[in-house]
Nanobody, 122 residues
C-alpha cells in the first residue's frame, strides 16, 4: 500500500505562485496514476489535476493554463505548480495515488495524503 505525503503550500497573494510536491512514505508511485484534489469547508473534494502512469494529463477547467502537474518517476514524486493564483483556489490540497485507468471523477478512490493548506488572499 502506498502512502502519499504532501509538502509545500502556504499563503500567497492573488496572482502569485506556489508549488506542491508529493512523495510516498513507503513503496513507490511507479505504475500508479497520480492526482491532486482540493476541498473547502462544506464542499465535496474536487479534482484539480491528474497525470496518468504514461504521462497523460487532465486538468479542471478553472485551472487549465495556470496549473501544471508533473511526475518524476526517478525521484518518485508528483508536483503541482500553481501560477496566477486566485482567491477561489484557497483550499486544502490532497495528493492521490490510484491504480491505473480509474476515472478522475471518483473522488473517494485510491490512497490519500493528509492534505496541505493553500491560502490565496486578494
Amino acid at each position: 500500500q502506498v502512502q502519499p505525503v504532501e509538502s509545500g503550500g502556504g499563503s500567497v497573494q492573488a496572482g502569485g505562485s506556489l508549488g506542491l510536491s508529493c512523495a510516498p512514505s513507503r513503496r513507490t508511485f511507479y505504475n500508479y496514476d497520480l492526482g491532486w484534489y482540493r476541498q473547502t469547508p462544506g464542499k465535496d473534494r474536487e479534482f484539480v489535476a491528474g497525470i496518468r502512469w504514461n504521462g497523460g494529463t487532465t486538468y479542471r477547467d478553472s485551472v487549465r493554463g495556470r496549473f501544471t502537474i508533473s511526475r518524476d518517476d526517478a525521484r518518485n514524486t508528483v508536483n503541482l505548480q500553481m501560477n496566477s493564483l486566485r482567491s477561489e483556489d484557497t483550499a486544502i490540497y490532497y495528493c492521490n495515488a490510484r491504480p491505473r485507468g480509474q476515472m478522475w471523477s471518483r473522488n473517494d478512490y485510491g490512497y490519500w495524503g493528509q492534505g496541505t493548506q493553500v491560502t490565496v488572499s486578494s
